[in-house]
């Protein structure tokens, strides 16, 4: 074989593990859900060293086991980052007209929440403005 048999071959086996990864990946959202439904945490150092113990006995070569255990802790990693995704809480969908941190409304004072009114106001002014509310939050015109 030439240098293109052999490209034709390693695309046909990458096209194999794209496949094999996404259905692992899978397999991983379904077990986050099941985690997720029983309180149990999403970083299992048992598990993986499992994981780690089962493919070092699957391994005969050309990768040494410490090449072969690299390529399987960066798969793991990203597995329980997709688990820990999956069980984050999903963002609330914004209403239009409803004021957000990145969209706030405008204070009495015709200037938009902080940071922007407290550069524009005095700080016993912005104090009074805020009525003790947090400056994440809007002005006055709550």
């Not at 052999?6 to 086996?13: A, G």
Request: glycine share 4%; net charge negative.
């Amino acid at each position: 074989m030439d240098i293109a048999d052999w490209r034709v071959k390693i695309d046909e086996l990458d096209r194999q593990l794209v496949e094999l990864i996404s259905e692992r990946a899978r397999c991983a959202v379904e077990i986050g859900k099941l985690k997720q439904n029983s309180s149990l945490p999403v970083y299992e150092p048992d598990r993986e060293r499992i994981i780690f113990d089962n493919i070092a006995r699957q391994n005969k070569g050309p990768l040494s086991q410490v090449q072969l255990r690299q390529i399987y802790e960066r798969l793991v990693d990203v597995m329980r980052q997709i688990q820990k995704d999956e069980m984050a809480p999903q963002p609330v969908e914004e209403r239009p007209g409803e004021a957000t941190e990145m969209e706030p409304r405008d204070c009495t004072h015709g200037l938009r929440s902080w940071p922007f009114a407290g550069e524009a106001l005095g700080k016993s002014e912005r104090e009074n403005c805020y009525q003790g509310r947090s400056l994440t939050n809007d002005c006055c015109d709550a």
